[in-house]
């Protein structure tokens, strides 16, 4: 079965520290992973985009990582800012990249 | 651009009742995707289409959903009847997919659905 898992599930880190968030998957065959910024009460909004050949990506304060052999990504905020505050979510597509596969999202909550 | 716009951003509906969502895609794009999302299960794909037409059902969860796509600038997805299990936030999505791969999936705001 297809599945996407991701850690911790909840994280509470001070204003201005790092943290790196996890995602392991078994979605089989893999096309590309995508991490997703999800506010309160809005829709998802694309972070980054990494095809299998693809070891890391950055935009802005996030870094995603990718080990396509170990089947796990990472998403690294640096300096982190109250509006970081978010559901972080990693999904993995798989064929022609139209069937998204969805981890179950890492809460984030910065505190000043 | 304007997004995806989806409406309405709240429906409050009694058990029993129809329900339709209705959802815009920014102009041009060619997929267009229809998710849900509950606590309990995170984000699922229910259906989505290719140039109007549904490519993939999969992910509806019974025959009381159906989901429409009339024209290249409006889709519907109806629940019918509506049941206590049906809350959840319900989000459509849209993208054009360049033929070396996905393309990006743009969300709309979501439609919370509370059936009491």
């Known amino acids: 079965k297809n599945q996407v898992e991701q850690s911790p599930q909840s994280l509470i880190i001070l204003e201005g520290k790092n943290c790196t968030l996890q995602c392991n998957y078994t979605v089989s065959p893999f096309s590309n992973l995508r991490w997703y910024k999800q506010d309160t009460g809005r829709g998802p909004v694309s972070l980054t985009i990494m095809t299998f050949s693809e070891n890391t990506k950055s935009n802005g304060r996030y870094t995603a990582t990718l080990d396509a052999d170990t089947k796990q990504s990472s998403l690294h905020i640096t300096a982190s800012q109250l509006s970081d505050s978010a559901s972080y979510i990693c999904v993995v597509t798989i064929n022609a990249g139209n069937m998204l596969t969805f981890g179950g999202g890492t809460r984030l909550m910065v505190k000043p | 651009d304007a997004g995806v716009i989806q409406s309405p951003r709240h429906e409050v509906t009694e058990m029993g009742q129809e329900v339709t969502l209705r959802c815009k895609p920014i102009s041009g794009h060619d997929y267009l995707f229809w998710y849900r999302q509950t606590m309990m299960r995170g984000l699922e794909l229910l259906i989505y289409f290719n140039n109007n037409v549904p490519i993939d059902d999969s992910g509806m969860p019974e025959d009381r959903f159906s989901a429409k796509m009339p024209n290249a600038s409006f889709s519907t997805l109806k629940i019918q009847p509506s049941e206590p299990r049906d809350s959840a936030v319900y989000f459509c999505?849209?993208?054009?997919?360049?033929?070396?791969?996905?393309?990006?999936?743009?969300f709309g705001p979501g439609t919370r659905l509370t059936v009491t």
């Open positions: 999505a849209s993208s054009h997919h360049p033929r070396t791969g996905a393309g990006e999936q743009y």
